[in-house]
């Protein structure tokens, strides 16, 4: 079992950076493929971006494409997103989420455990 926790949100301007953490729990993160997804009110969760477990190969979602960028680091069991050229439509409540999939998968359906999320609001 692997347990998740966010860090890292906050309040920022449009076109500033922030970086979020995900720290997980359990001697086996290694295996996991963990993603990051966002949920803006009255919108549905929507995948942000992720990085297998295997070769960590990361994909992400197009609208963050050349701005966002995940990272692991396995020997500290955390996952990095680097949020940068911040824009007001990145606000939401953004996640972490793990599964054994070998590569990332954009359905949320397939992600076994999710961490409670932090808050990024980008002001314009």
């Known amino acids: 079992q692997v347990q998740l926790v966010e860090s890292g949100g906050g309040l920022v301007q449009a076109g500033g950076s922030l970086r979020l953490s995900c720290a997980a729990s359990?001697?086996?993160?290694?295996?996991?493929?963990i993603s990051w997804f966002r949920q803006a009110p009255g919108k549905e969760r929507e995948f942000v971006g992720g990085?297998?477990?295997?070769?960590?190969?990361?994909s992400y979602a197009d609208s963050v494409k050349g701005r966002f960028t995940i990272s692991r680091d396995n020997a500290k069991n955390t996952v990095y997103l680097q949020m940068n050229s911040l824009k007001p439509e990145d606000t939401g409540i953004y996640l972490c989420?793990?599964?054994?999939?070998?590569?990332?998968?954009?359905?949320?359906?397939?992600?076994?455990?999710w961490g409670q999320g932090t808050q990024v609001t980008v002001s314009s």
């Open positions: 359990g001697r086996t993160f290694s295996s996991y493929t």
């Open positions: 989420a793990a599964t054994s999939a070998t590569l990332v998968v954009t359905s949320r359906n397939i992600y076994n455990y």
């Open positions: 990085i297998s477990w295997r070769g960590g190969v990361t």
